[in-house]
């Protein structure tokens, strides 16, 4: 029998956990991302809902999506009832973006908000305006 939690986590290599038509697509936008930016430090697509990783990628095990996908799915679904209550005046939510001293981390919300793409870049390796970017062209 085979326990996800028994796995080590595969680094530096798309895993994609469900093999349904959310996870080909999920391994699609990472593949990508990986092709843009070589250099970025991790990438997942996550269920809102569930927080399950659909597809993920890390360079380093320090960089785990499961310890980060569950608290940006929680953030991401109070976003989304603040603006179904429209708490924040403004269209709907595009991208999350979270700017660390030595790190982005940009959220992307995919599928009628149902799912995210997280990306994680060094800011010595790229820059907002370039992250953006080539997440916008890797999910669309």
Known sequence: MNFPFFNRLQ???ITVAVPDEA???ASTILEGLLRELPELLMSCV???QSGKI???YTT???YNPNHVSLRYARALRSMQEALA???WPGGPLTDVSVLLDEQLHLLYPLANGQ???LLVVSTTDANLGLAKDI???CVE
């Open 11 to 13: 680094v530096r290599k």
């Open 23 to 25: 996870g080909r697509q």
């Open 46 to 48: 996550v269920d809102v």
């Open 54 to 56: 659909i597809a993920s």
């Open 60 to 62: 380093h095990n320090s």
């Open 85 to 87: 209550r429209r708490a």
């Open 115 to 117: 799912r995210y793409c």
């Open 135 to 137: 997440m916008r062209r």
